[in-house]
């Protein structure tokens, strides 16, 4: 994998994180972690999904459901 991606789930945006929607990181599992422990810490759900050169890590309030 070469870079991480957050995007937040059906455009809610979460100020507390810091991330912007969109944003893409190098990969490293430091990284990884980080964004994670992050979304964790505020209380917030995470989904992750990869592909062969990225993760993309979806951030939700709502436990992903339909809006």
Known sequence: M???QVEYW???MFESIGIQPH???D???EKRNE???KVLDN???VMAF???DKLIIF???GKFRQR
């Open 2 to 4: 070469k870079q991480i």
């Open 10 to 12: 059906m455009g809610s």
């Open 23 to 25: 944003t893409k990181f």
């Open 27 to 29: 990969y490293s599992l």
């Open 35 to 37: 964004i994670i422990s």
């Open 43 to 45: 209380n917030l759900q």
């Open 50 to 52: 990869q592909s062969d």
């Open 59 to 61: 951030i939700d309030n």
